[in-house]
C-alpha cells in the first residue's frame, strides 16, 4: 500500500508532502518534546490552560499519522519531573486533562492497535490518574500495532539513577559481598534497566517552539537520535508538519561517530 493511501482525507500539500516520503526508511521510534501551549494561548490572549486543550488535539493527530504511516514507536514528553514547579490550579488542570483523554481516546487508541505505555514516576502522580493509566495499559497489552509511550512526572536524570539503583537491587538480590564489590556496570546493564527496556532508541527527536535544549528528556536513549527543531508552537504542529519532519530525517546521513566511506 503507498504512503498516501495511509492517511484519509489529506490536502494538496500534505499530499505533496506524502508523496516525498520513502515508507522503506521511516524512523523506528519518534520522540516529540511537546513545547508551546503556554506561549501559544499568550499570543492568542487565551488562558495557558487553553493552549494545553489544543495540544492535546495536536497529540491526537500526531498519533494517528504515526500509527496510519507505521512508526513503530512514538514517545511523547507530556509531564515533566519539573512541571510540579508550576502553579498549582494548572498542575491541577493537566491532570484533569490527561484523564479526560484517557477516557475519551483509549477505546480509539485499543481499537487502532495501538499498545499504551507510560514512563517516569508514575507512582508520584495522583492515585486516580494512576488508576486510568493501569486500565489503559491493561487494555492495550495485547495490541501488536505502534507503541506508544506517554512520558510523566519524567526525569531523564531521575530515570538514570532509578536504573542504577535498579541494577544495585538486582545484584543485592542475588550476589555476595564479595560480588557485589566487585560489581562493574555496563552499558547494556544501563539499557537494560531504563524505564524504556525493550524499546529501541529514538531514531528522531522532534522539539517544537524554536527552543534548543533537549529538557531532560531521554539522555541516555538520545545519544544517536536525529534532532529536527521547528519554530512551530505545540499547538500548531499538525500533520504537514510531522511530514516535514519525517522527510528532514531521511535526508539526514546517520553515521553514529563512524566515517563515510569514499567512493571511487
Known sequence: MKTSELLPSTSKSEQAL?????????????AVIMDGNGRWA??????????????????????ETCARIGIGALTLYAFSAENWRRPKAEVDFLMRLLREYLRK???IIHKNNIRLS?????????AAVQEDIERGMALTAANSGMRLIVALNYGARTELVDAMNAVLDETRRRATNGELAALRVTEQ?????LYTAGIPDPDLLI????????????L??????EIHVTD?????????????????????????????????
Open 118 to 126: 507510560v514512563i517516569g514516576r508514575a507512582e508520584e502522580l495522583p
Open 189 to 193: 546493564m544501563i539499557s537494560d534497566h
Open 220 to 225: 541516555w536513549q538520545i545519544a544517536y537520535a
Open 105 to 107: 481516546e483509549l477505546p
Open 42 to 63: 499568550q499570543r492568542r490572549h487565551l488562558p495557558r490552560i487553553e493552549g494545553h486543550r489544543r495540544g492535546v488535539a495536536a497529540a491526537r493527530e500526531t498519533i
Open 232 to 264: 512551530v508552537l505545540w499547538p500548531d504542529f499538525d500533520r504537514a508538519r510531522l511530514l516535514e519532519a519525517l522527510i528532514d530525517y531521511q535526508g539526514r546521513e546517520r553515521r553514529y561517530g563512524g566515517i563515510k566511506p569514499q567512493s571511487n
Open 207 to 218: 522539539r517544537t517552539s524554536g527552543e534548543q535544549r533537549v529538557s531532560n528528556f531521554l
Open 18 to 30: 506524502l508523496d516525498r516520503l520513502d515508507q522503506r526508511r521511516l524512523p523506528r521510534h519518534v
